[in-house]
């Protein structure tokens, strides 16, 4: 990755309260290193985030509010006070070693396995509508063995169980902050609940939670302000997906949605919103005049993730489309990746056969640059 041709990546950036001083974001990445049992974070995870803490802003891993809310093995959750106490673990060193760092706040919805949620039962979702071909990376109640499983049929949550689940994500929110983070993130991207009730395929409800786009983005409206209350909106950020059908997410309307629920997040005050774009080789670009009318309704601090290179990203903030740029496996193999963009300095390549589980290896053994060995 070169050096970027302006300084722009690295001006500060008032983000709420916190001043920020680069415009390079950790992007949220499961790793699934979490103790068991209890899905607690460790002093291994504490080392992990604090190598990083040059990053402008840490987004942590997503992190379920609930047991409801877990759709993978060995997730890390924010809603025990032992779970309070090992993400305390990691405030702490991020924090001593001069860093900022949100908790993203996530329930997976449909996107589980029977194993996972409390006494068996199927995962909720907006509506019983299965999401096709998707696999979950669970331990096999069969033997044992860790393994991915089909997600199955999802129980459409009653119109009275809502209220609960956002009150979920408030005390969940209220734990984020007694552990020491700095804000919250709510993940409302990549197909999970929050995305799943935006969704027409996959909100196909007929009360107050569905139907009309504005009643689609009730239920993130409602999470908002549970979450704000607790953390305060200036303390706050969404992350949504719109151009993003991974994990059965096609609706020709989200474009559309997308733009209104930037409208509503403005008016509710959070700090941010985080657009993860779709990252694989041939993805389809995202429009300009998309950007510009996501601009015109959002006005406050903008993030964009999606295989960034240092110049796209330059270029996104230059043209005032953007303000801060998320980077994710090049952070994940970098620790020191501010300081390598700055300089033009290689970087290490990641090991994918490391991304999720296990322990050390290939997690917080990535070396900082070294002119003797590079």
Excluded at 280 to 297: I, K, M
Aim: charged share 20%; glycine share 10%.
């Amino acid at each position: 990755m070169n050096a970027p041709s302006s300084k722009t990546l690295f001006s500060p950036w008032r983000l709420g309260p916190l001043e920020l001083p680069n415009r390079l974001v950790m992007a949220p990445m499961t790793r699934s290193r979490s103790a068991q049992p209890g899905d607690v974070p460790t002093e291994l995870n504490a080392r992990y985030y604090a190598q990083r803490a040059s990053a402008g802003l840490i987004v942590t891993e997503a992190t379920q509010i609930s047991q409801e809310g877990q759709g993978y093995a060995w997730t890390p959750g924010i809603h025990t006070d032992a779970q309070r106490d090992g993400w305390r673990l990691v405030t702490d060193a991020v924090h001593a070693a001069g860093g900022r760092i949100f908790l993203q706040l996530w329930h997976v919805g449909r996107i589980s396995h029977p194993s996972l949620q409390p006494d068996g039962d199927a995962p909720v979702a907006p509506s019983a509508v299965p999401p096709k071909g998707v696999r979950v990376y669970v331990i096999d109640p069969a033997d044992g063995a860790p393994r991915f499983l089909d997600c199955g049929t999802p129980r459409a949550l009653e119109t009275g169980e809502i209220a609960r689940v956002v009150d979920d994500y408030r005390r969940a929110a209220a734990l984020a902050m007694a552990a020491g983070f700095d804000g919250v993130e709510l993940h409302g991207a990549n197909g999970y609940l929050i995305d799943q009730f935006l969704r027409a395929n996959s909100n196909q409800r007929t009360d107050a939670y569905g139907g009309a786009p504005e009643k689609r983005l009730r239920f993130l409206s409602e999470v908002v302000a549970a979450v704000s209350s607790e953390a305060g909106a200036e303390r706050v950020g969404v992350r949504l997906s719109p151009h993003v059908t991974l994990q059965d997410m096609e609706d020709p309307e989200m474009i559309g949605t997308s733009l209104l629920a930037a409208q509503a997040l403005h008016e509710a005050g959070v700090a941010y919103l985080h657009i993860a774009e779709a990252d694989w080789d041939d993805a389809p670009v995202v429009p300009l005049d998309y950007r510009q009318e996501l601009r015109r309704r959002f006005p406050r601090t903008i993030i964009v993730a999606g295989r960034y290179t240092a110049e796209r990203g330059e270029e996104l903030i230059r043209q005032e489309l953007a303000d801060l740029v998320t980077f994710g496996r090049p952070f994940l193999a970098n620790p020191d990746l501010p300081r390598r963009i700055a300089e033009g300095l290689p970087l290490n390549p990641p090991d994918p056969k490391t991304f999720f589980g296990g322990g050390a290896k290939g997690y917080d053994d990535y070396p900082f640059y070294s002119a003797a060995a590079g």
